[in-house]
C-alpha cells in the first residue's frame, strides 16, 4: 500500500494509519447510519457503548490482556499518570524509579509529591540500561519507562522481580508495537498519541490486587479503583479519542506482514524498520546513534550529523523530499526519527534513501 | 440552513454544528496543505501552534475575557476539575458552596478532600436558587455551579460577592451560550462535550492573581501556574479537540441572527428556543417543567409527561420522528431536550411539533 501523503516522523502526536484517518473521515457526520457524529454521541447511549466496548475488547485480545487487568480508558496524559499512579499505588510509603532517560526522571520528580522516592539506578549519559539495581523490599512498586521517546532508549525484556514489589511500566511511546509479558507487570499506563490515536485519551492497565490502594487526596475521577467499578463511565470519557482508537486496533488486527498477522506482523514489521535504519546509521561515518545496541528503540531513533552545522539544511531538504518533523527533541538535539506501528516499511526506506543521498552531497 | 440529519438532544456529548463536522471531515487527511491530519501534528510545531492560538484569540474575543484572565486549555474533564479547583486554589482552607443541583452537590464532595468545605445555600427539592447565602469571609473561594446538565436550573445573573472572596464558576454545560461578567468572577471552568467539541477538553479562565496557590500535592499537569506558564503546553494538549473547538468558535464569530452576530446572535437564538419550548410546556397540561421560570436553564430543558407509563411511547416516536436521546437522566426521570448552541430554531419547532402531535394522539 503507497500513500500520496508525506513520511510524517513526529513523536506523537504521530501518524496515523490512512485508512483509519479515511474511516474517520467517512463516518464523520453520520456514525453507522445513528445520525450522529461519534463527538456528538451521548457516553452513555448504546451506540458509544458499543464502540467502547469493542475498543475494549481488541485490545485485550491484541496484548494477550489476563483476566485478572482491568483496562482502563481516562483522561489526563501520560503526564498526569506520573501523579496518577503514585496517588493510587504508594500508599504514601516507598517507590523505588529505574531512571532510563527523561520520562523516568519526570515521574521519579512527580511522584515525590506523594512518596519516599529511591533512583534505583540511573543511566545518566551512559546511552546503556544499568543492570545494578537498588531496590528496597518494602517498596510500593517500582517504575520503569519502558521506551523513552526522547533518548531512544528501549527495555527488550521486562525485569523479572525477585522481591515481589509490583512492576509498574510506563508504556506511552512503544504500547501496541509488541507483546507485554503480563506475568512481570503489575500495572502498565500510557498516553494515546503515539501508537494509538489522538492526544486526550490515557490507558490504564491494573492488576485487580492494586486496586483500592489510592491516597485520599486522589480525585475521583482519577481513582482506579472507582474508574474499574464503573466501566471507564465515572467521568465522562474522551470518546472520539477511543472512536479512534478502537479503529488503529482493528487496524492492527488486520494488518499482515512476513507471513504474520495482527501483533505480532506490527513487531515483525517494527523490527524490520528499525534494522533497516540503525543498520544505515551504523554503516555511515556521517550519522550517529549513540545508544547502545543492546537497548535501542524500535520506535524512536535519535541520531546525530557529525557536522552540526548541516542540521538546518538537512531539514529543510528532508522537508521538501516529503519527510516531516525529523528535529530531534531539544535536550538531545540532532535528529530524531519516530517510526511508530502507522510508519510504512516504505517510510523507513524513503528516508535511509534521503539520507544516503544527502551524504552524498554533503559528505 | 437545513440538515438531513436527525436532531440530536443529547446532554453531552452533544450536537456540533454541522459546517465545522463538514469541515473536519474535509481537512482529515490533510490540514492546510500539510500533509498531515490536526491529530497527526507534533504538538511542538508551528501548524498546532497556528491553531491553538487561534483558538485562544477566538475564544477571548467572543467572551471578552480581559487581559488579567489566563485561558488555559486542559486534559482531565469537569469532574476531574472538582478536584483540580481545590487543589489549585484552596490552600487547605475554607471552600464555601452553593448546591443547586447535581454537579454542585458532587463538586462540594470532591472539594471536600482538600479543603473546610461548608454549604453556604442547598436548593433541595424547591427547583428554585436560594438568595439566603451563608458565606464566609474567610473562604479561599465561592463555588457556583451556573447551568447544573441534569436539573436544567441557570444563574441569569452572577452573584456580586461582596465579601471580595473569589467566586469559581462551572460552566459546563453553557459556556458561549451568552456572555460572563468577568468583573464577578475569580475563576471558570468547562468541560468542552456541549457546547465547544469533543469530550476530553477542559477550559479554565483563570485571574492572574489566583495563579500560584497550589497544594504540593497538586500534579504539576494540573497545576494552572505551570500549565499558564507554558502556554498549556507543558504536558501534550488534546490537539484535535482544541482544532474542533477553534473551528467551533469560528462558526459562533460568523452566525447571524436576529440581527446580531457572534456571541450575541447565539444568545438571542438560545433565548428564542428557550421560550418557544417552555412555552410549548407551560401551555400544556400533558407535559411539566418544575424549574422556577427565574432560573429555568436555556440550555437544558427537563420535563415529566403527566403520564408517566407514555415515556417508552415517546422516546420511541420521537427517536422515529427524527428527534433523538431525549431521555431525561436517570435521577430526574422523564425528559430532557439539551438545547445547546449548535441545536438549530428548526430543531426546537420540530420538538414542539412532535411534542403537540403527540399529546393530541395519546392526551
Keep these: 500500500m503507497t500513500s500520496s501523503r508525506p513520511f510524517n516522523f513526529a513523536p506523537g502526536p504521530a501518524t496515523l494509519p490512512e485508512p483509519v484517518l479515511r474511516q474517520v473521515a467517512a463516518e464523520m457526520l453520520d456514525w453507522h447510519g445513528s445520525g450522529m457524529s461519534v463527538m456528538e454521541m451521548s457516553h452513555r447511549g448504546k451506540e458509544f457503548g458499543s464502540i467502547l466496548e469493542a475498543a475494549e475488547r481488541d485490545l485485550r485480545e491484541l496484548l494477550a490482556v489476563p483476566a485478572n487487568v482491568r483496562i482502563l480508558f481516562m483522561q489526563g496524559g501520560g503526564l498526569g499518570e506520573n501523579a496518577i499512579v503514585p496517588m493510587n499505588l504508594s500508599r504514601g510509603g516507598k517507590v523505588d524509579v529505574v531512571v532510563t532517560g527523561s520520562w523516568s526522571r519526570k515521574s521519579a520528580a512527580e511522584a515525590r509529591r506523594y512518596a519516599d522516592v529511591q533512583i534505583a539506578a540511573d543511566i545518566g549519559k551512559s546511552h546503556k540500561i544499568p543492570t545494578d539495581w537498588a531496590l528496597r523490599d518494602d517498596a510500593a512498586y517500582v517504575h ?5 521517546t526522547i533518548d531512544g532508549v528501549e527495555f527488550h525484556e521486562l525485569p523479572q522481580l525477585a522481591n515481589g514489589v509490583p512492576l509498574v511500566i510506563d508504556v506511552s511511546s512503544h504500547v501496541l508495537s509488541r507483546p507485554i509479558d503480563w ?5 502498565a499506563f500510557g498516553g494515546a498519541q503515539k501508537n494509538i490515536g489522538p492526544a486526550g485519551m490515557t490507558m490504564v492497565f491494573v492488576r485487580d490486587d492494586l486496586l483500592g490502594r489510592a491516597l485520599n487526596i486522589c480525585p475521583s475521577a482519577f481513582n482506579y479503583e472507582t ?4 466501566q471507564s463511565m465515572f467521568n465522562t470519557p474522551p470518546t472520539f479519542a477511543i472512536y479512534v482508537a478502537g479503529l ?3 487496524w ?6 512476513g507471513g504474520k498477522q495482527g501483533l505480532a ?8 524498520k528499525a534494522a533497516l535504519l540503525y543498520g544505515a546509521l551504523d554503516a555511515s561515518g556521517f550519522y550517529e546513534n549513540r545508544v547502545d545496541p543492546s537497548c ?3 520506535m524512536n531513533v535519535p541520531f546525530l550529523l557529525k557536522d552540526e552545522k548541516l542540521n538546518d539544511t538537512f531539514l529543510a531538504e528532508a522537508k521538501a523530499a ?3 518533523s525529523l528535529k530531534g527533541h531539544k535536550s538531545v538535539g540532532g535528529m530524531r526519527a519516530s517510526i511508530y506501528n502507522a510508519m510504512p516499511l516504505e517510510g523507513v526506506q524513503a528516508l535511509v534513501g534521503f539520507m544516503q543521498d544527502f551524504e552524498a552531497r554533503h559528505g
Design 144 to 148: 520503569v519507562c519502558t521506551n523513552e
Design 183 to 187: 506475568s512481570r507487570v503489575g500495572l
Design 227 to 230: 474508574v474499574a467499578a464503573n
Design 248 to 250: 488503529v486496533f482493528q
Design 252 to 257: 492492527i488486527k488486520g494488518l499482515e506482514y
Design 265 to 272: 506482523a506490527i513487531e515483525q514489521r517494527n523490527i524490520d
Design 296 to 298: 535501542r528503540s524500535r
Design 322 to 324: 516529503g519527510l516531516l
